[in-house]
C-alpha cells in the first residue's frame, strides 16, 4: 500500500478513536474514575445499530453510499449505549460508596457482563451491516487514495459530532457547567450548579459518543462482541496521549494515535521488520516516548487544571 494510502486510511480509523477517546475522557473528568467498561459500551452502539437498521431498513436514498436508514439507526445506537450507561451508573456506580480504584475494578466486571449479554443474544462469530460494499471513491483513486464513499461518511459523521460537541461545551450553559465541575467539582456544588445532573450529562454524552464510535466501527471493519474491547487500550493511550481529562487532547491524542497504528506498515520500508500486527506496541512506545518529554501528555495544561 502507498504512503497516501495507508495515510487515507489513518484518517479514517483516527475519526473511530477520536470519537471513543472524547467520550472516555470526558467520562473521567466528570465522574472521577477510567471506566473501562467504555469498549463495551462502544460495542453495545453498534450492535443496537445493527438492530435498528434490520428494522429500519434501507430507505429511498443514500447518502454518501449509505442508506439514509444507517444514519436513523445509528441515532438508535447511540440513544442505546447512553441509557445503557446511565442505568449502570445509577444502579451499580452510584450505589457503591468506593474510591476511583474500586469503580475502575467494578467497571471491569460491567465489561465482561456487557459482552456476556451480547454474546448470548447475538453468538460469537462475526457479522456485517446489510450494505454493499462500494468500490474506492474513482477522483480520489487518480492520488493513490483507496477509500470509498463509506469511510467518507465516518470521517464526515465524526467530525461533525466532534463539531457539535465542541459547541456545546464553549457556547451552551450545560457545557460552561460541565467545564465548572471538570475543574472543581466542589466549587461548583457551592456555587449552585446541579452536579448530579451535570454527571448524568456526561455520561449521556460520553456513551452515546462511544455508541457512534462503534457503530462507525462496524461500518469501517464488523462487528463481534469483542470489537469494542480490542480497541479499549488504543482508546486509553490516546487519551493519555493527549492528557487525561482534556477533551481537545482526547481528539489530537486520538488521531495521532490511529495514524501511528496504520502508517506502522511503513517501518517495513526502512529496514525496520514489523508489520501491522505490531501497530498497537508501536502505537504504545510512541506513547511512552512522548510521555517521558511531558508526562502530563501533549494537552497538558488543560489536563492538569482537570477541566474539559
Known amino acids: 500500500m502507498s504512503v497516501i494510502e495507508l495515510a487515507a486510511n489513518g484518517v479514517v480509523y483516527s475519526s473511530i478513536i ?44 443514500t447518502i454518501l453510499g449509505v442508506p439514509l436508514g444507517f444514519f436513523a439507526a445509528v441515532g438508535v445506537g447511540i440513544a442505546a449505549a447512553a441509557v445503557v450507561a446511565v442505568v449502570t451508573q445509577r444502579m451499580v456506580y ?20 456487557y459482552r456476556a449479554l451480547i454474546q448470548m443474544g447475538f453468538g460469537a462469530d462475526t457479522v456485517r451491516y446489510d450494505i454493499p460494499s462500494l468500490r474506492p471513491i474513482e477522483s480520489l483513486q487518480q492520488y493513490g487514495v483507496l477509500i470509498t464513499a463509506h469511510d ?18 464553549q457556547h451552551t450553559d450545560l457545557g460552561r457547567k460541565m467545564r465548572a465541575m471538570a475543574d472543581n467539582p466542589d466549587l461548583a456544588r457551592v456555587s449552585g450548579i446541579r452536579t448530579y445532573r451535570v454527571k448524568l450529562w456526561s455520561w449521556v454524552i460520553g456513551a452515546g459518543l462511544a455508541g457512534a ?23 486509553f493511550a490516546a487519551v493519555i496521549l493527549g492528557g487525561i481529562g482534556s477533551v481537545y487532547g482526547a481528539v489530537l491524542g486520538g488521531f495521532l494515535i490511529g495514524m501511528i497504528v496504520e502508517m506502522t506498515p511503513l517501518l517495513s520500508r526502512v529496514g525496520v521488520p514489523i508489520g501491522i500486527e505490531y501497530a498497537e506496541a508501536v502505537a504504545f512506545l510512541i506513547m511512552v516516548a512522548i510521555l517521558l518529554v511531558r508526562p502530563t501528555g501533549i494537552a497538558g495544561d488543560t489536563a492538569e487544571g482537570g477541566g474539559v
Not at 472516555?24 to 469498549?39: E, T
Not at 467518507?152 to 461545551?169: C, N, Y
Request: charged share 5%.
Open 18 to 61: 477520536v470519537l471513543a477517546s472524547i467520550g472516555l475522557s470526558l467520562i473521567y473528568s466528570i465522574a472521577g474514575f477510567a471506566n473501562f467498561a467504555h469498549g463495551d459500551t462502544m460495542t453495545v452502539g453498534a450492535y443496537a445499530t445493527l438492530v435498528a437498521f434490520g428494522l429500519i431498513g434501507g430507505v429511498g436514498f
Open 94 to 113: 452510584d450505589a457503591l460508596d468506593v474510591g476511583s480504584i474500586g469503580l475502575l475494578i467494578t467497571s471491569i466486571g460491567i465489561a465482561f457482563i
Open 152 to 169: 467518507l461518511a465516518t470521517v464526515l459523521s465524526a467530525a461533525l459530532l466532534v463539531t457539535g460537541l465542541h459547541v456545546l461545551l
Open 213 to 235: 464510535g462503534g457503530a462507525f466501527l462496524g461500518l469501517f471493519n464488523q462487528l463481534s462482541p469483542r470489537m469494542g474491547f480490542n480497541l479499549l487500550l488504543v482508546v
